[in-house]
């Protein structure tokens, strides 16, 4: 037993009742000292009585103590002041001399005697006493007896002083008085149990006011927390967000607004979800359908085309949307049907799917992070200074580009990071400049270039959590203490 608590106690004993500020200045020990004796002395039982009770108390302010250190303002004034007097504006020099002079002055101390040019301030008293310095003096010592109302009001006034509400207690013995205290158990062990010995012991109680250890919950899951970080990235470099909810799309918007040919691989069964019902949707401009169909099928703005016969039957169908590049061929259209072009920066990130065979780095259903710039005289040059001050903002350094293919975009190029975790090089997009073949069907003016780009989110997000199965991202439990490695491998649907 702690040597404060066996004191209190006796403290009790001998005077019945006792104070914990009273107590504090007994024993020479911070208050809080005390109260935690107390709680200590309480969780063995009803050996005291403790009554909270709240006073309030008056305080010295920071300037209260100065005052009570070095004398009130307005001494400090009267005692700069020579026999002969002094120029106010000299006197102002001082330390707080505008409080100071105003008091002196109403106090009676000092006068302005205007017969002299400049006018000058002079003693009016031969002697003061510095009364408010004394006051300081005696709060500080707790001592408040000699001093009114009306000075304690003009001193809060001053903000020399403060009034602080104490909490304390007011303690009596209890029912189980004593003056030792038992020896308490907090665990119930095992053996205990064994020896039948706990029967004897003294358990502490449970304190039901604990807050407990907090508990874990409420966190994003890792792909929602590398989104919300590109998605910081992206706003801070002045992109706007497409929005994107639409997850079924049609082939138009899909694959022939850009360009991409009806017998392309990608546009098969093997390797897109086609929708059943509703099996086909109309949803496409008439007009602009028209120059998409020409434009594959007889070619124009300087293009052969693919010469080959373009079908209504196969732009109907419906499907999963493959990647979100649908959703910035859409924002084109738009664009390219407003008065006058203004250049523009956009971005989003969402889920497409695609019809692939699972595997430790390939999911039918991914997230695409996708952006494009349309402005006037862009180059690759400018497509690769935006990944590379992209990246540098996630703290990737290492990054190297690798020509591509990509039926809407000439040039194309794919972009690697080296991942110094993994010691080699990982694919973590496609990119390129969007064709004239899909720029101007749309209504675009020809002088205007468009960069565009589609990363996936979860390869990164595998690189920042060390991750090595993609498929450790989704299902009911995520786990994210799996070992470091990932493989390669595209997603890229052309
Ligand atoms: N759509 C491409 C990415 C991309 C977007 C825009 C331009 C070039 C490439 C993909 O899914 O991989």
Redesign the pocket.
Known sequence: MSQLNENILKYLAENDKANTITLGKYFNEDHQKIVGALKSIQAHGELLLAESISDKKIELTEEGKLIAEKGSHEVNVFAHIPDGGIEQSELMKLPNAKIGFSKAMSAGWVQVDKSCTPPLVKKKVPEIVDTVQEHMRKIMKGDISNITDKEKQEYKKRKLIQEVVVKSFNLTKGPKFSLTLNKLETDLTNDMMLANSWKEMRFKDYNFESLGAPLESGYLHPLLQVRSEFRQIFLEMGFSEMPTNNYIENSFWNFDALFQPQQHPARDAHDTFFISNPKISNSFPTDYLERVKNVHSKGGYGSQGYGYDWKIEEAQKNLLR??T?AV?ARMLYELAQQEKFKPIKLFSIDK?FRNETLDATHLAEFH?V?G?IADFNLTLGDLIGVFTEFFKKLGMVQLEFKPAY?P??EP?MEIFCFHPGLGKWIEI????V?RPEMLLPMGLPDDVCVI???LSLERPTMIKYGLNNIRDLVGPKVDLEMGLSIGTGS????
Request: cysteine-free.
């Open positions: 493959t990647h590049t910035s497409v695409q996708e494009l990509n809407y975009t194309s997009g496609n990119s390129g969007f565009a780009w589609g997603d890229a649907s052309e």
